[in-house]
């Protein structure tokens, strides 16, 4: 049987902690429409479900059509791609295993592929982004949160699970800061969201100079970069730890996984070269002797925005095509 016709676009969804994008993306990875909503506005995960449902249908009817969609992608938080669930995630509050790629699946009755959000922004990078080519690499996403996705041989190491990744809940200081995970001393409670306003606090309690950040509400890092515009001393050692502490935490993982790059991406890499530069003096410092100089340190050239649904919209391509409507 010859099929007349091909279903040339899929639904990327971008879900994070505060927003969900969602967009119509063709065969060539370009973005036909988009759209996106607060995640906060929705506590109780089948309100999520239902509310997202209803976007991506409107979208769809709005531009070109249900009979145009072969599947759906979706990055998440704590997401994982061979369940299908958002598992025991640290910083939404849907608690315990939410299976919400079935819960789409039965709503919008489509294929619907869900995976660890590190992993799809990966995906993203290497069809789209800085890693486009590259057969070894590890990508980095440092934001409220902070996953890793292993990319070796041109495919994704998923581990027996599908945690495999979770650079973030690696121990870097003994008996440390209390991450939200439950452990103490990961690497997020210094490098993610949360770790890097906490070193900004520190660092007033401990060093009486003069600060913007004593004048000024810091409620992220995006607040301490703006700071280090303006010359605040200050600010600048904030991002020098963190950079520290980051660049330890990448020498650990290429020590052990020799990659040709890693990949960082987030919003963090907006502070620059403020992290960036102690970032990569401390990884060379680290990272085992053979490697020194050897891998690259590879900034994402994508925006948050199109890597969350260009790379979902990859992974959408990835499940196997089932339609209710068929």
């Not at 993203?124 to 996953?147: C, K, P, S, T, W």
């Not at 660092?203 to 992220?220: A, Q, T």
């Not at 700071?227 to 020590?255: K, P, R, T, W």
């Not at 502070?271 to 050897?294: D, Q, Y």
Request: aromatic share 8%.
């Amino acid at each position: 049987m010859i099929e007349g016709t091909i279903k040339s676009r899929v639904v990327g969804v971008g879900l994070s902690v505060e927003r969900t994008v969602f967009a119509i993306v063709d065969m060539r990875g370009t973005i036909i429409a988009q759209d996106e909503f607060s995640t906060t506005d929705y506590p109780n995960v089948n309100d999520y479900a239902a509310h997202l449902s209803e976007s991506i249908l409107k979208l769809v009817e709005d531009n070109g059509g249900y009979e145009t969609i072969r599947s759906v992608g979706i990055s998440a938080p704590s997401g994982n791609f061979k369940t299908g669930c958002i598992e025991y995630p640290p910083n939404l509050p849907w608690k315990g295993s939410t299976p919400l790629a079935a819960m789409l699946r039965d709503r919008l009755g489509l294929a619907v592929a869900l995976g660890n959000n590190a992993h799809v922004r990966a995906l993203g990078e290497y069809v789209y982004g800085a890693a486009h080519g590259l057969r070894d690499f590890i990508f980095i996403n440092i934001g409220h949160g902070v996953g890793s996705a292993i990319f070796t041989k041109g495919k994704f190491y998923l581990g027996a699970d599908g945690f495999s990744g979770e650079v973030g809940h690696t121990c870097l200081v003994h008996d440390g800061r209390l991450c939200g995970c439950g452990n103490k001393g990961c690497l997020e409670a210094y490098v993610g969201t949360k770790g890097v306003v906490r070193t900004a606090k520190e660092i007033l309690e401990r060093d009486p100079r003069p600060s913007l950040m004593r004048e000024r509400e810091i409620k992220s890092p995006h607040d301490i970069f703006r700071c280090c515009e303006e010359g605040d001393e200050l600010a600048v050692m904030v991002f020098h730890e963190v950079g520290i502490q980051l660049g330890i935490g990448m020498a650990n993982y290429a020590s052990i996984l020799n990659p040709d790059a890693l990949v960082i991406g987030g919003g963090i890499t907006h502070a620059g070269r403020w992290l960036l530069e102690p970032a990569s003096h401390s990884f060379e410092e680290h990272v085992f002797h053979n490697l020194k100089g050897k891998v690259k340190l590879l900034i994402s050239i994508l925006n948050d925005e199109e890597r969350d649904v260009l790379g979902a919209g990859a992974l959408a391509w990835e499940v196997k095509e089932y339609s209710l409507f068929i």
